[in-house]
C-alpha cells in the first residue's frame, strides 16, 4: 500500500511497534502524532522543510563544550519551562524551580562561605544570604549551592575564555550547620541570550528582544531532599515581563536591597554601599514531604 | 503572571504575535501548539528531556557536506514522504514523486546518452531507458536526468570517498529531440541507510531494520515543466513493503528484466546477459495541465 496523507501516520507510528521499551513506544507514537499534525496544519512547501532541516542543522552544529544551543532553542520555545512545569504539579512550600539555562556547562570551583565569586571587580558589589530548610523548616546543614550569574556585561566565563578567568561568576558553596549560606558577587544586570547563531535569527526574524531580566542562577542539594534548580530575580529590574526564556515566577523575585551602613559592609568584607538580597531556600524531601 | 501550564501555550505563541512575515507567524505558532500538545501528553522526566537535547544535538553534529542526517531523520519519521504527500494532492497522470534523499549532496558528472555512470565495473549490468514527456503525450526533447544510486554494495560516492572514484554511480544525462534516454549502469542492490548515527540508533532501539528497497534516484526536468524528484524501484526486490523510509510508491516500481539477446546487448554495449528497466517519466507542465 502506498504511503498516502491517509496512510500516513498510522503506518510510521506502527513501524515503531515493535520497540520493546514501552516507554519510548509511547513517545515516538506521540511524537509522530504531533509532528505529522503539524505538517499537515501548515502544509510545508519543500524549500520549507530544506529551511527547517538547515534551522536544525546549524542549531546542533552551533552547539559545543560551552554553548548548547538547542537548549536555547527549547527555551525560547517555552518547552523546558513546560517540561519544568509538568515535573512540579505539586503545590508545595518547597522553593519553585526554573529552567537550567545552557551556561551550566563546567564545574563550578569550591568556595568559602562570604568569598565572592567576582574575580574581576567591575560592576557593583552585591551580597546574597539565605538559608537552606526542609519543609518542616529543620535548617540543612552542609547543604551544596552551586552558583553561577553573567558578568556586570552579560556574558558568562564560558562565553568568553581568555577574556574572563576561568570560574568568574561561579562558584560551589557549603552550607554552614544552621545551614547557612553567604557571598559576595557583582548584582546581576539583564543580558541577551546569545543572538550570533540560529536561535537569535529566529528571535530577531519575529521581533523578539533576546532579553533576561537580571538573575542568578543555583542549584541547591542537600541529603534526603529534591535538589533545586532555579534562580534569583533581581525586583524591579527591565524584562521581568517577557524574559526571553519565559523563566520568571513571582516567588523567585527578591529585592536586591542598597546598604549603605559601613558596619555590614564591613562584616561581609566589601565596600559600601553594596546590594543585598536574602534568598532562603526551601527543599521538598526525596520520599514526599512525610518523610521530612 | 508566572508561566505554568496554563499559561504556557498561548505566552508562547503570543510571543511571536509580533512576527512581521504571515507566513512564519503562522508556522511558529502551530510549531508552539504542537510541540506544547507533545510535552503535555508524555510529560517527559527531565531526563529524556536531556536525552532529547543530545539526540538532536548529536543529530545536527552528525552532518557535514557529505551526511545529512536531519534529513534522514525526517525519512525514518516519515515527515519527508507527508511533505511530499501534503504537495502533491492533485491526481494526475504525471511521475510520481518520492523522496530526495540525503544524498543528492554534490553536482552530477556530465554524461552522454549510453555512458555508463558504473566507474568500477562491479556488479550486474544493467541498461535504463525511457522517454520524458508532457501529460499530453509530447515527448521533451531536451530534458534533464540527474540520476544516481549507491554501488553494488550499498554506498554512495559520497559515503567513501577514496574507495569509490569520484562521480561513481551519477550521471547527468541530456534527453535526445524525441525526449529519450538511456544509460548503462549496475543493477541496484537493497542497502541500508547509514546506521553509524542516532537515526540509526534510533532504528535499532526500536527493532526497526534500515533497509531500503533496490532503487535508482532520478530529477527529471524540463522547459515549462515541475520537475520531479523520485525513484525507479526494482520489482521483486526486498524491501518494498516496509522501506525504512516510506518511500515506496507502486507506480515506481519496474520490472528489470532479464536479457540474454547479444545483439540487444551490443546495442547498449554491454555483456549479455543484463538486465533492462523502462521507466518513462511525465511531467506536469509548470502551470497546471491546461497550460500544456
Redesign the interface.
Given at each position: 500500500m502506498?504511503?498516502?496523507?491517509e496512510t500516513?501516520?498510522p503506518?510510521?507510528a506502527g513501524?515503531?511497534e515493535?520497540?520493546?521499551?514501552p516507554r519510548?513506544?509511547?513517545?515516538?507514537g506521540?511524537?509522530?502524532r504531533?509532528?505529522?499534525?503539524?505538517?499537515?496544519?501548515?502544509?510545508?512547501?519543500?524549500e520549507?522543510?530544506e529551511r527547517a532541516?538547515r534551522f536544525?542543522?546549524?542549531?546542533?552544529?552551533r552547539?559545543d563544550d560551552t554553548r548548547?544551543e538547542?537548549?536555547l532553542l527549547?527555551d525560547v520555545?517555552?518547552?523546558?519551562?513546560?517540561?519544568d512545569?509538568?515535573?512540579h504539579?505539586t503545590a508545595s512550600a518547597a522553593t519553585d524551580s526554573t529552567v537550567l539555562g545552557p551556561f551550566h556547562v563546567v564545574a563550578s570551583p569550591r568556595r568559602e562561605l562570604g568569598d565572592t565569586i567576582d574575580l574581576v571587580g567591575a560592576g557593583e558589589p552585591c551580597v546574597v544570604s539565605g538559608r537552606v530548610s526542609s519543609m518542616d523548616g529543620t535548617p540543612l546543614a552542609g547543604a551544596l549551592l552551586d552558583v553561577w550569574q553573567a558578568d556586570d556585561h552579560g556574558f558568562y566565563d564560558v562565553q568568553q575564555p581568555g577574556t574572563q578567568p576561568e570560574g568568574n561568576g561561579r562558584g560551589l558553596f557549603t552550607c554552614d550547620h544552621e545551614g547557612r549560606f553567604w557571598f559576595r558577587t557583582v548584582t546581576p544586570s539583564p543580558y541577551p541570550i546569545p543572538t550570533d547563531g540560529p536561535v537569535g535569527r529566529l528571535l530577531a526574524?519575529?521581533?523578539?528582544h533576546p532579553y533576561r531580566p537580571a538573575h542568578i542562577h543555583l542549584i541547591v542539594a542537600a541529603d534526603g531532599h529534591l535538589p533545586v534548580t532555579t534562580h534569583v530575580f533581581v525586583a524591579g529590574s527591565p524584562y521581568l515581563d517577557?524574559d526571553a526564556v519565559?523563566?520568571?515566577?513571582?516567588?523567585l523575585v527578591r529585592d536586591f536591597a542598597r546598604v549603605d551602613d559601613p558596619d555590614k559592609a564591613a562584616a561581609y568584607g566589601v565596600e559600601p554601599p553594596f546590594r543585598h538580597a536574602e534568598f532562603d531556600v526551601v527543599l521538598q524531601p526525596a520520599h514526599g514531604p512525610e518523610a521530612g
Open positions: 502506498d504511503f498516502t496523507e500516513a501516520t503506518a510510521v513501524s515503531f515493535g520497540t520493546a521499551d519510548l513506544r509511547e513517545v515516538l506521540s511524537l509522530v504531533h509532528l505529522h499534525g503539524f505538517v499537515r496544519e501548515v502544509e510545508p512547501t519543500f520549507e522543510w532541516i536544525l542543522t546549524e542549531t546542533g552544529q552547539c548548547q538547542f537548549i527549547s520555545l517555552g518547552v523546558t519551562m513546560l517540561v512545569a509538568v515535573n504539579r526574524a519575529t521581533g523578539r517577557s519565559f523563566a520568571v515566577k513571582q516567588s
